[in-house]
């Protein structure tokens, strides 16, 4: 019986990429290895044919003697969306060196109201301020995320745009990786397979995110969450996503899928792309103990099984030299 991954349309170009790379890699061995949490955070390497696809480097291989300089380093991204209701939305801008999700929020949808408007608004914004950038090669001057999202949300506010939205935007300048979000869209950033910065999912009660919208429902700009480090190195990995992702795979879950895919030389769009569909696959099934599920036994003290359907947006940005 196929897994659910195997039969999504929207990835089956990847299942036959990394099919015909490595065809000794089987992709529902690849799931059950992440899904598993009998297994150790390790799998035997000799398991695996290691491929060097430009970011098949284990951390300990990586040269890191390298002065810095700005820009030295470049977001080489790529995205996969499953959708649902239609709600989520996303950009990126490689030159301008700017990534973003956002997640409508689904309880406008109940209210006859498209609850993707303000999603698709704030994230059209924003790539319309990368481009600006990026058109006047004013490339040298960084590119504040929480500039880009006030700007991104002002406009949506004073078109009067429908409906309420989490969103998350990243920035790479240099060595520093910048960022701002409001609600429960969340990143991570990985080194060497583990993650060393994960993002605080914003919620004012369970399933109740932060939020944007015209009316200032759920949320202002003023709560949303600023911050940055300077240390990103070449080889580094971001995972940035909607609810749909991280509501259903655990952080371990997430950095073995990584590990994993980086040590088989995954490119960004493979590597989203098996993300997303893992996470899609949890969503599915009617066992096992998601983070949404440890969520709801904490506020209402039942149990649930398996994932939660909804939007699942992934962007993979693995973070490499210019050079390169």
């Known amino acids: 019986m196929r897994s659910a991954l195997e039969t999504l349309e929207q990835i089956q170009e990847t299942l036959a990429e990394i099919k015909g790379r490595t065809p000794d890699v089987s992709i529902s061995r690849f799931v059950d290895s992440v899904l598993d949490d009998s297994l150790g955070t390790e799998y035997a390497p ?55 999700v956002a997640d409508g929020v689904g309880g406008y949808r109940d209210r006859g109201v498209d609850a993707g408007a303000f999603a698709r608004a704030l994230m059209a914004n924003a790539l319309a301020t990368a481009e600006r950038v990026a058109k006047a090669r004013r490339l040298l001057i960084r590119l504040c995320p929480m500039k880009v999202l006030e700007r991104a949300y002002k406009k949506a506010a004073m078109n009067k745009t429908p409906g309420g939205s989490t969103a998350v935007i990243l920035s790479l300048y240099g060595t520093e990786l910048s960022w701002a979000y409001i609600g429960d869209s969340a990143f991570a950033v990985f080194q060497g397979g583990k993650i060393i910065y ?69 490119p960004p769009k493979n590597m ?53």
Not at 76 to 86: E, F, K, N, Q, R
């Open 198 to 266: 994960r993002s605080v999912q914003q919620q004012r009660r369970f399933n109740e995110p932060y939020q944007l919208s015209t009316r200032g429902r759920g949320g202002s700009l003023s709560e949303a969450e600023v911050g940055g480090m300077s240390t990103v190195k070449d080889g580094d990995v971001v995972v940035m996503a909607t609810d749909g992702l991280f509501d259903n795979m655990h952080d371990w879950q997430l950095e073995r899928a990584v590990r994993m895919g980086t040590d088989l030389g995954f």
């Open 46 to 100: 000799s398991e695996w044919k290691s491929r060097d696809a430009g970011h098949g480097r284990r951390a300990e291989e990586r040269s890191d003697d390298r002065r810095p300089c700005v820009p030295t380093l470049k977001m080489d991204w790529a995205a996969c969306v499953l959708p649902l209701h239609g709600e989520d939305a996303h950009f990126g801008h490689a030159e301008a060196g700017v990534v973003g």
């Open 272 to 324: 989203a792309d098996i993300v997303a569909g893992i996470a899609y696959e949890i969503s599915k099934e009617s066992w096992g103990c998601s983070p949404f599920g440890i969520g709801y036994f904490k506020k209402y003290k039942k149990v649930w099984h398996g994932g939660k359907e909804d939007d699942i947006t992934v962007i993979v940005a693995y973070i490499v030299s210019k050079d390169s």
